[in-house]
Protein backbone atom coordinates (compact mmCIF):
# COMPACT_ATOMS: atom_id res chain seq x y z
CA UNK A 1 0.00 0.00 0.00
CA UNK A 2 2.99 2.39 1.10
CA UNK A 3 4.72 1.53 -1.92
CA UNK A 4 1.78 1.83 -4.42
CA UNK A 5 0.97 5.19 -2.68
CA UNK A 6 4.65 6.68 -2.98
CA UNK A 7 4.33 5.33 -6.61
CA UNK A 8 1.29 7.17 -7.63
CA UNK A 9 2.50 10.20 -6.14
CA UNK A 10 5.63 10.43 -8.14
CA UNK A 11 3.66 10.21 -11.23
CA UNK A 12 1.33 12.63 -10.15
CA UNK A 13 4.35 14.85 -9.53
CA UNK A 14 6.07 13.76 -13.01
CA UNK A 15 2.76 14.74 -14.40
CA UNK A 16 2.39 17.95 -12.91
CA UNK A 17 5.96 18.62 -13.97
CA UNK A 18 5.23 18.38 -17.46
CA UNK A 19 1.87 20.28 -17.13
CA UNK A 20 3.95 23.01 -15.94
CA UNK A 21 6.54 23.06 -18.44
CA UNK A 22 4.17 23.20 -21.29
CA UNK A 23 2.48 26.33 -19.63
CA UNK A 24 5.75 28.06 -19.55
CA UNK A 25 6.35 27.18 -22.84
CA UNK A 26 2.88 27.77 -24.44
CA UNK A 27 3.38 31.26 -22.46
CA UNK A 28 7.24 32.42 -23.76
CA UNK A 29 5.84 31.29 -27.39
CA UNK A 30 2.72 33.69 -27.17
CA UNK A 31 4.96 36.73 -25.93
CA UNK A 32 7.32 35.91 -28.64
CA UNK A 33 4.00 36.08 -30.63
CA UNK A 34 2.99 38.86 -29.70
CA UNK A 35 6.03 40.59 -29.81
CA UNK A 36 6.11 40.14 -33.56
CA UNK A 37 2.49 40.91 -34.41
CA UNK A 38 3.26 43.74 -32.58
CA UNK A 39 6.23 44.70 -34.62
CA UNK A 40 3.78 44.23 -37.91
CA UNK A 41 0.82 46.53 -36.07
CA UNK A 42 3.55 49.61 -35.54
CA UNK A 43 5.53 49.37 -38.94
CA UNK A 44 1.87 48.95 -41.18
CA UNK A 45 1.03 52.50 -39.11
CA UNK A 46 4.61 53.60 -40.35
CA UNK A 47 3.74 52.67 -43.51
CA UNK A 48 -0.03 54.49 -43.58
CA UNK A 49 1.78 57.93 -42.14
CA UNK A 50 4.79 57.82 -44.34
CA UNK A 51 4.24 58.56 -47.98
CA UNK A 52 7.57 57.76 -48.94
CA UNK A 53 7.20 54.64 -47.84
CA UNK A 54 3.87 53.69 -49.21
CA UNK A 55 4.77 55.08 -52.68
CA UNK A 56 7.79 52.79 -52.95
CA UNK A 57 5.47 49.58 -52.57
CA UNK A 58 1.96 48.49 -50.75
CA UNK A 59 2.34 46.85 -47.60
CA UNK A 60 0.94 43.86 -48.01
CA UNK A 61 -2.33 42.55 -45.96
CA UNK A 62 -3.18 39.45 -43.95
CA UNK A 63 0.62 38.67 -43.03
CA UNK A 64 1.02 35.34 -41.00
CA UNK A 65 3.76 34.88 -38.74
CA UNK A 66 5.87 32.00 -40.48
CA UNK A 67 7.92 29.27 -38.53
CA UNK A 68 11.11 30.11 -38.64
CA UNK A 69 14.40 28.87 -36.01
CA UNK A 70 16.04 32.01 -34.56
CA UNK A 71 19.47 32.44 -34.83
CA UNK A 72 21.51 35.28 -33.14
CA UNK A 73 24.81 37.15 -34.70
CA UNK A 74 27.46 38.83 -33.20
CA UNK A 75 25.11 42.21 -33.51
CA UNK A 76 21.96 40.54 -31.84
CA UNK A 77 23.28 41.78 -28.30
CA UNK A 78 24.33 44.49 -29.19
CA UNK A 79 20.70 45.83 -31.00
CA UNK A 80 18.76 44.25 -27.65
CA UNK A 81 21.04 46.09 -25.29
CA UNK A 82 21.13 49.32 -27.09
CA UNK A 83 18.32 51.37 -24.71
CA UNK A 84 19.94 54.42 -24.39
CA UNK A 85 21.63 56.81 -26.74
CA UNK A 86 18.93 56.16 -29.35
CA UNK A 87 18.72 59.33 -31.23
CA UNK A 88 15.61 58.17 -32.43
CA UNK A 89 11.85 60.07 -33.56
CA UNK A 90 10.62 56.59 -33.05
CA UNK A 91 11.55 55.11 -29.68
CA UNK A 92 8.41 52.69 -29.35
CA UNK A 93 9.34 51.15 -32.76
CA UNK A 94 12.63 51.04 -31.53
CA UNK A 95 12.11 49.43 -28.59
CA UNK A 96 9.81 46.86 -30.19
CA UNK A 97 12.42 45.60 -32.90
CA UNK A 98 14.91 45.56 -30.05
CA UNK A 99 12.54 42.88 -28.11
CA UNK A 100 12.49 41.39 -31.13
CA UNK A 101 16.03 40.87 -31.86
CA UNK A 102 16.83 37.90 -29.74
CA UNK A 103 13.86 36.13 -31.39
CA UNK A 104 14.34 36.50 -35.22
CA UNK A 105 16.59 34.10 -37.51
CA UNK A 106 19.89 36.56 -38.29
CA UNK A 107 21.99 36.89 -41.20
CA UNK A 108 24.61 38.05 -42.58
CA UNK A 109 24.36 37.61 -46.86
CA UNK A 110 28.10 37.68 -47.17
CA UNK A 111 31.16 35.25 -46.66
CA UNK A 112 33.69 36.37 -44.21
CA UNK A 113 36.70 36.00 -46.86
CA UNK A 114 34.95 38.43 -48.95
CA UNK A 115 34.47 41.17 -46.05
CA UNK A 116 36.60 39.98 -42.79
CA UNK A 117 35.64 39.14 -39.37
CA UNK A 118 35.30 42.27 -38.27
CA UNK A 119 32.78 43.45 -40.64
CA UNK A 120 30.66 40.57 -39.91
CA UNK A 121 30.66 41.33 -36.46
CA UNK A 122 29.67 44.53 -36.69
CA UNK A 123 26.89 43.74 -39.11
CA UNK A 124 23.69 41.50 -39.52
CA UNK A 125 20.37 41.72 -40.49
CA UNK A 126 17.31 39.68 -40.63
CA UNK A 127 13.99 39.44 -43.30
CA UNK A 128 11.05 40.48 -41.15
CA UNK A 129 8.93 40.58 -44.04
CA UNK A 130 9.17 38.94 -47.44
CA UNK A 131 9.18 35.37 -49.62
CA UNK A 132 11.64 33.94 -46.80
CA UNK A 133 11.27 36.01 -44.09
CA UNK A 134 8.66 35.50 -40.60
CA UNK A 135 5.78 37.44 -42.52
CA UNK A 136 5.48 34.83 -46.01
CA UNK A 137 5.00 37.34 -48.82
CA UNK A 138 6.08 37.76 -52.68
CA UNK A 139 4.72 41.56 -53.29
CA UNK A 140 7.71 42.98 -51.30
CA UNK A 141 10.65 42.82 -48.54
CA UNK A 142 11.57 44.27 -45.63
CA UNK A 143 14.58 43.30 -44.00
CA UNK A 144 16.22 44.89 -40.60
CA UNK A 145 19.79 45.95 -41.13
CA UNK A 146 21.74 46.90 -37.52
CA UNK A 147 25.04 47.96 -38.35
CA UNK A 148 27.54 48.83 -35.04
CA UNK A 149 29.37 52.22 -34.98
CA UNK A 150 32.35 53.15 -36.55
CA UNK A 151 32.00 50.61 -39.48
CA UNK A 152 32.16 50.53 -43.24
CA UNK A 153 29.96 48.75 -44.84
CA UNK A 154 31.78 48.58 -48.68
CA UNK A 155 30.54 49.43 -52.19
CA UNK A 156 27.74 46.95 -53.14
CA UNK A 157 24.53 46.25 -55.43
CA UNK A 158 22.06 44.06 -56.03
CA UNK A 159 19.00 43.80 -58.45
CA UNK A 160 16.13 44.79 -56.49
CA UNK A 161 15.40 48.52 -56.29
CA UNK A 162 15.65 49.15 -52.51
CA UNK A 163 14.74 51.78 -50.00
CA UNK A 164 16.23 52.70 -46.77
CA UNK A 165 14.56 54.21 -43.82
CA UNK A 166 16.02 54.84 -40.97
CA UNK A 167 14.62 53.77 -37.52
CA UNK A 168 17.64 54.79 -35.09
CA UNK A 169 21.15 56.21 -35.19
CA UNK A 170 22.99 57.97 -38.32
CA UNK A 171 25.15 57.39 -41.34
CA UNK A 172 26.35 58.62 -43.92
CA UNK A 173 25.19 56.97 -47.16
CA UNK A 174 27.21 57.45 -50.97
CA UNK A 175 25.61 56.10 -53.78
CA UNK A 176 26.95 56.28 -57.13
CA UNK A 177 25.58 59.61 -59.43
CA UNK A 178 23.94 60.68 -56.31
CA UNK A 179 25.46 63.27 -53.44
CA UNK A 180 26.66 61.80 -50.19
CA UNK A 181 24.36 62.44 -47.14
CA UNK A 182 23.94 61.66 -43.28
CA UNK A 183 20.70 60.03 -42.78
CA UNK A 184 19.19 59.63 -38.84
CA UNK A 185 15.57 59.08 -37.92
CA UNK A 186 12.54 58.69 -40.37
CA UNK A 187 15.34 59.82 -43.30
CA UNK A 188 14.70 57.49 -46.72
CA UNK A 189 17.63 57.01 -49.23
CA UNK A 190 16.44 55.44 -52.20
CA UNK A 191 18.66 52.98 -54.57
CA UNK A 192 17.88 51.74 -58.23
CA UNK A 193 18.84 48.67 -59.35
CA UNK A 194 22.36 47.59 -59.68
CA UNK A 195 22.96 51.52 -58.08
CA UNK A 196 26.13 51.07 -56.30
CA UNK A 197 26.05 52.46 -52.31
CA UNK A 198 28.35 51.80 -49.09
CA UNK A 199 27.69 53.11 -45.73
CA UNK A 200 29.54 54.17 -42.95
CA UNK A 201 28.67 54.96 -39.53
CA UNK A 202 31.29 56.89 -37.01
CA UNK A 203 30.17 57.47 -33.11
CA UNK A 204 26.64 56.15 -33.46
CA UNK A 205 25.25 52.44 -35.22
CA UNK A 206 22.51 52.35 -37.24
CA UNK A 207 19.04 50.60 -37.06
CA UNK A 208 17.22 50.67 -40.72
CA UNK A 209 14.51 49.04 -42.12
CA UNK A 210 15.76 48.19 -45.87
CA UNK A 211 12.70 47.56 -48.62
CA UNK A 212 13.26 45.69 -51.50
CA UNK A 213 11.06 45.23 -54.46
CA UNK A 214 11.21 43.51 -57.53
CA UNK A 215 14.17 41.16 -58.16
CA UNK A 216 14.27 38.84 -54.57
CA UNK A 217 15.97 36.63 -55.94
CA UNK A 218 19.35 38.14 -56.64
CA UNK A 219 21.68 38.77 -53.55
CA UNK A 220 23.65 41.80 -52.66
CA UNK A 221 27.08 41.50 -54.21
CA UNK A 222 30.38 43.79 -53.13
CA UNK A 223 32.12 45.51 -55.88
CA UNK A 224 34.73 47.67 -56.82
CA UNK A 225 34.29 51.77 -56.90
Known amino acids: MGAKWITNSW ?8 SYKAIVVTKIMN ?6 NKAIVEIQKLWADNKELSNFVNFPNN ?4 SLRSQKAPVTDKLYNWNQNLNT ?7 TIRNLSPHVNWEHGYNEKVVGKDFLNKYGFFE ?10 KEMALYVNFLDKNTYYPWHN ?3 EELYFIVSGEAKFESKDQDAEILSSTKTR ?10 TTSNQQILSFVIWKNKFENVSKMINQ
Open 11 to 18: RMLWCGSK
Open 31 to 36: NTKNIF
Open 63 to 66: LILN
Open 89 to 95: NLEELHT
Open 128 to 137: LIGPSGHFKT
Open 158 to 160: HEA
Open 190 to 199: LHKSYQPHAI
